[in-house]
């Protein structure tokens, strides 16, 4: 399967691509998850990419794409992926029609994690994540077994440098302004699936399988919260 993960910061795509990948044994391509590898390692796209992500702000386009384009071409994603955190713009999703059109593939769902937008503010500044496998935690909602060590290999967790809650505040709104809109570019693909993402992590995880196992829908493209997002915030 070709997957697409879609929503806002903190609405919990990075979660549930930990349990998708392993069930459908298909790798998670997180552009986020790259991207701070590259500035980790203080590479040439990593320092480009830095002032933009350490801003709340989305990295340009070309940048992006060219890095997704690359990672698309790998051998373990020619039986199917997850694409967590792209396409984030209109331009990125009508570019990757063309990058998929040249595959030969096309995507199966879009999964749409909905959570109102005065959530995501405490996931985001409350969140801790592992260096080494991007694994993230909630002091609330998933706290690590052992205090402040990641349970899966050990490592010291950290807070992201834009998980604060004015650089949190500043993501959400870009989305709402940038990425919401990348939406409508595939509903009219039928394959949308919207998901309550306000309840807990084993009950999304749940509504996940049921999307994925569900035939395309005559209702798909209708969505409880089209445009809600922009009223809540
Ligand atoms: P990226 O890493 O993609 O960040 P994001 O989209 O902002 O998403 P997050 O990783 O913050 O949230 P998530 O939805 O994965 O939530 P999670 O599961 O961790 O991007 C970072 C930056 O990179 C961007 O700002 C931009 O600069 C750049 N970038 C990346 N891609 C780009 C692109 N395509 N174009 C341009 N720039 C790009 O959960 C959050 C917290 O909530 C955790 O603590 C978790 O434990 C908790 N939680 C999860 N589920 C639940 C639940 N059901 N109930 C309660 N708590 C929950």
Same mark, same amino acid.
């Given at each position: 399967?070709?997957?697409?993960?879609?929503?806002? /910061?903190?609405?919990?795509?990075?979660?549930?691509?930990?349990?998708?990948?392993?069930?459908?044994?298909? @790798?998670?391509?997180?552009?986020?998850?790259?991207? #701070?590898?590259?500035?980790?390692?203080?590479? !040439?796209?990593? *320092?480009?990419?830095?002032?933009?992500?350490?801003?709340?702000?989305?990295? @340009?386009?070309?940048? =992006?794409?060219?890095?997704?384009?690359?990672?698309?071409?790998?051998?373990?994603?020619?039986?199917?992926?997850?694409?967590?955190?792209?396409?984030?713009?209109?331009?990125?999703?009508? =570019?990757?029609? #063309?990058?998929?059109?040249?595959?030969?593939?096309?995507?199966?769902?879009?999964?749409?994690?909905? =959570?109102?937008?005065?959530?995501? *503010?405490?996931?985001?500044?409350?969140?801790?994540?592992?260096?080494?496998?991007? #694994?993230?935690?909630? /002091?609330?909602?998933?706290? /690590? #077994?052992?205090?402040?060590?990641?349970?899966?290999? $050990?490592?010291?967790?950290?807070?992201?440098?834009?998980?604060?809650?004015?650089?949190?505040?500043?993501?959400?709104? =870009?989305?709402?302004?940038?990425?919401?809109? *990348?939406?409508?570019?595939?509903?009219?693909?039928?394959?949308?699936?919207?998901?309550?993402?306000?309840? @807990?992590?084993?009950?999304?995880?749940?509504?996940?399988?049921?999307?994925?196992?569900?035939?395309?829908?005559?209702?798909?493209?209708?969505?409880?919260?089209? $445009? !809600?997002?922009?009223?809540?915030?």
């Amino acid at each position: 399967m070709n997957l697409l993960i879609f929503g806002a /910061p903190g609405s919990g795509k990075g979660t549930q691509a930990e349990f998708i990948k392993e069930r459908l044994g298909i @790798p998670q391509i997180a552009t986020g998850d790259i991207l #701070r590898s590259e500035k980790r390692r203080q590479t !040439e796209l990593g *320092v480009q990419a830095q002032k933009y992500m350490d801003a709340g702000k989305l990295v @340009p386009d070309d940048l =992006v794409i060219a890095m997704l384009q690359k990672r698309l071409a790998e051998p373990d994603c020619s039986a199917g992926f997850l694409l967590d955190g792209f396409p984030r713009t209109v331009v990125q999703a009508q =570019v990757l029609d #063309r990058m998929m059109l040249g595959l030969r593939k096309q995507f199966d769902r879009a999964l749409y994690l909905y =959570v109102p937008p005065e959530k995501l *503010v405490e996931r985001l500044s409350g969140r801790l994540t592992c260096p080494e496998c991007g #694994r993230t935690y909630h /002091p609330k909602s998933k706290p /690590p #077994r052992n205090d402040s060590v990641c349970d899966f290999d $050990g490592t010291e967790l950290y807070q992201r440098e834009d998980d604060t809650p004015e650089t949190a505040r500043t993501r959400i709104q =870009v989305y709402l302004d940038d990425t919401l809109p *990348v939406l409508d570019y595939y509903r009219s693909g039928n394959i949308v699936r919207e998901i309550d993402g306000d309840r @807990p992590i084993e009950e999304v995880k749940s509504a996940i399988l049921e999307a994925l196992n569900s035939p395309p829908a005559a209702d798909a493209a209708t969505s409880p919260h089209g $445009g !809600e997002e922009k009223v809540l915030l």
